[in-house]
């Protein structure tokens, strides 16, 4: 199982980019499909842009360090 302190620590990483332009993410979920459940916050909620952040930022992101990840979907 994917441990939620080493997606946290990713998260950390990523954390500044998004929240220079007003959001946030927060780890919502590491369900046992390895799919990694996540709230965007802040400016990101309703964004347009929310689905690229999420998928090619922070998936990607994610899935470089932790290849098992299956997705990261926003909840």
Request: proline fraction near 4%; charged fraction near 35%.
């Amino acid at each position: 199982m994917i441990e939620r302190e080493k997606i946290e620590t990713i998260l950390d990483k990523v954390r500044p980019a998004i929240q220079a332009d007003g959001g946030d993410v927060e780890l919502i979920n590491v369900r046992e499909d390895n799919v990694i459940e996540v709230r965007l916050k802040g400016a990101c909620h309703g964004c347009p842009m929310a689905t690229l952040t999420l998928k090619a930022g922070i998936e990607r992101v994610i899935k470089e360090e932790i290849p098992e990840v299956k997705e990261v979907i926003s909840v």
